[in-house]
């Protein structure tokens, strides 16, 4: 049962270092240009997430939030909403798969815990006043032993089907480096850029605010 935890875990934190490497060979092959850098701590009043800008617009750094700025240009510039539509909804439709995947295994693998706990039999101790005792007593421990080897099995079968539907969600959600692609993508099609703002490091206490990725 550790060892399955164990397994959760590591697999957790092997999903997310691959999604920070994808994101790094995305953005270092791109032309990418700091608007500005260097602001001390002492300046930054609340720390600044991760997010979309168009003009003076923000966006959350998202496929929603793209689609909410796609949206925004449905009337206005409709040639550009038909050229990104379609890679919108793909992405929109990865992200419901990667829910449902996600869904699925969560529900199975709690499924699997709790009919591990209640699945158990009754076991009934013999009383040392019984006849019977001795036979009693082998098939009193028969019975825990069975027990114990049942909520063994389904623990451990409900912790790998979660684990697995966390990876399966991790493999076909969007990752970082499609935001990027579709950014890319819109700048250059588009007369107006997306500016993609990292946000704050707090390693090394710098404001990395505002960063255009073309090709």
Same mark, same amino acid.
């Given at each position: ?11 957790? #934190? ?32 609340? #720390?600044?997430?991760?997010? #979309? ?13 793209? !689609? ?51 699945? !158990? *039999? ?53 990752? !970082?480096? *499609? ?8 700048? !250059? ?16 206490? #710098? ?9």
């Amino acid at each position: 049962m550790r060892s399955s935890s164990l397994s959760a875990v590591c697999a957790g #934190l092997v999903a997310v270092a691959v999604s920070e490497v994808a994101y790094a060979q995305t953005v270092i092959p791109s032309t990418v240009v700091l608007a500005a850098m260097a602001v001390p701590l002492a300046h930054v009043g609340q #720390l600044p997430q991760q997010h #979309l800008e168009v003009g003076n617009q923000v966006f959350d750094d998202s496929v929603g939030g793209f !689609r909410t700025y796609l949206d925004s240009k449905r009337a206005a510039e409709p040639q550009l909403f038909e050229a990104l539509e379609p890679k919108v909804q793909a992405l929109e439709s990865r992200t419901n798969t990667a829910l449902t995947v996600f869904a699925a295994g969560l529900v199975g693998g709690v499924a699997s815990t709790v009919y591990a706990f209640a699945g !158990r *039999d009754t076991c009934y101790e013999p009383n040392v006043n019984d006849p019977s005792f001795a036979a009693k007593s082998q098939a009193w421990g028969a019975c825990n032993n069975g027990n114990l080897t049942h909520l063994a099995i389904f623990t451990a079968v409900g912790l790998g089907v979660i684990t697995l539907g966390g990876i399966g969600a991790y493999l076909v959600a969007p990752h !970082r480096s *499609d935001m990027l692609n579709l950014v890319n993508e819109h700048n !250059r099609i588009s007369a107006e850029p997306i500016r993609l703002q990292l946000g704050y490091d707090p390693a090394h206490r #710098l404001t990395l605010a505002g960063v255009s990725t073309t090709f």
